[in-house]
């Protein structure tokens, strides 16, 4: 089979049967097409082995010199796409024979700090009282994700039977088929999330989408990174706030606040706790940065510098 072929049954399966969020197949369309290119034209999928993987492997590293982070995407796309390759079309897979250790990407997850996230938090719910329903439904749906952890792409494909009458629990569809329960513990946020039912009900199938936008639509992810960063500029905040820092926001103050990690794996959807992990790291450094500004040897006067007059 060719290649281009291959790769659109790929790319249809990745979307229609796995539910892949858009941003994810864009993403894998990418990677693909890059890898065609360092192909050429007419090579198909049997006849690309080991040897191949690791001539891209060097070219992308040594010619190129994209970073660790990007090759291990397009390494984790051909994983999977090789993988569904000799499932449907009984070819060897490369990487059986592949053997190399890609760099582990070592940058922590971008978090906001709780001060941040509550100013955001607080203008987005005053601008929701001035603006009326529409920013209203941005409110909740960013307290969701905060409260939840829950992907952007999640939120999006959020459907009204998803949600219990009461606000009480969400069923989100994840990654790969894999659905999980999502508990809503605040009562403000359940109370908006059941009049936000309530009112979808009123208006449309239990099947359709529960947040939509101003053109009765359903919400994009695309449409909320937008909108978050131009609330965030609204309000200050000098970093570019994305859905998924709410994500990793969300992660790290449930580790910091004590919730055991196979409970936030679980919430975020993650199949290896090693991915969950990372946000213990991100709490580590909040803890070390707090010892710092309370040093309690400096408090008691037994600080740096009383050390050293006595040495």
Do not use: W
């Not at 399966?13 to 990418?30: D, F, G, I, K, P």
């Not at 629990?169 to 088929?177: E, P, W, Y």
């Not at 969950?276 to 709490?283: A, D, G, K, M, P």
Request: charged residues 25%; hydrophobic residues 40%; aromatic residues 6%.
């Amino acid at each position: 089979m060719q290649f281009r072929v291959s790769v659109c049954e790929f790319l249809r399966h990745c979307s229609v049967e796995r539910q892949l969020s858009q941003h994810t197949v864009r993403a894998y369309t990418h990677d693909l097409a890059d890898f065609r290119k360092f192909l050429g034209a007419g090579v198909a999928p049997a006849e690309i082995s080991a040897a191949t993987l690791t001539a891209y492997l060097e070219d992308m590293f040594g010619r190129r010199k994209l970073s660790a982070g990007t090759v291990r995407r397009r390494f984790a796309c051909l994983r999977a796409f090789f993988r569904r390759q000799a499932e449907r079309e009984q070819i060897a897979n490369p990487f059986a024979t592949l053997k190399l250790q890609l760099p582990r990407r070592k940058r922590l997850p971008r978090t906001l700090s709780r001060p941040e996230i509550s100013s955001l938090m607080t203008s987005l719910n005053m601008f929701a009282g001035v603006r009326g329903s529409h920013d209203g439904v941005l409110a909740t749906a960013v307290s969701l994700m905060v409260a939840t952890g829950i992907r952007v792409g999640e939120l999006c494909r959020l459907a009204v039977d998803d949600v219990a009458p009461d606000g009480s629990t969400c069923r989100i569809h994840g990654k790969g088929s894999r659905d999980r329960v999502a508990y809503v513990s605040d009562t403000a946020l359940r109370t908006a999330l059941a009049q936000c039912v309530a009112q979808r009900r009123l208006d449309g199938p239990a099947h359709g989408a529960l947040f939509l936008n101003r053109h009765g639509s359903a919400m994009k992810p695309q449409s909320i990174r937008s909108r978050l960063r131009r609330y965030s500029r609204q309000i200050g905040l000098a970093r570019r706030v994305t859905p998924h820092m709410l994500r990793h926001t969300a992660a790290t103050l449930l580790i910091e606040t004590g919730v055991d990690i196979r409970f936030v794996q679980r919430l975020l959807g993650h199949s290896s706790i090693a991915t969950t992990e990372i946000y213990t790291h991100v709490s580590d450094e909040a803890l070390r940065t707090t010892l710092e500004r309370a040093n309690i040897l400096a408090m008691l006067g037994h600080g740096t510098q009383q050390g050293r007059m006595r040495s």
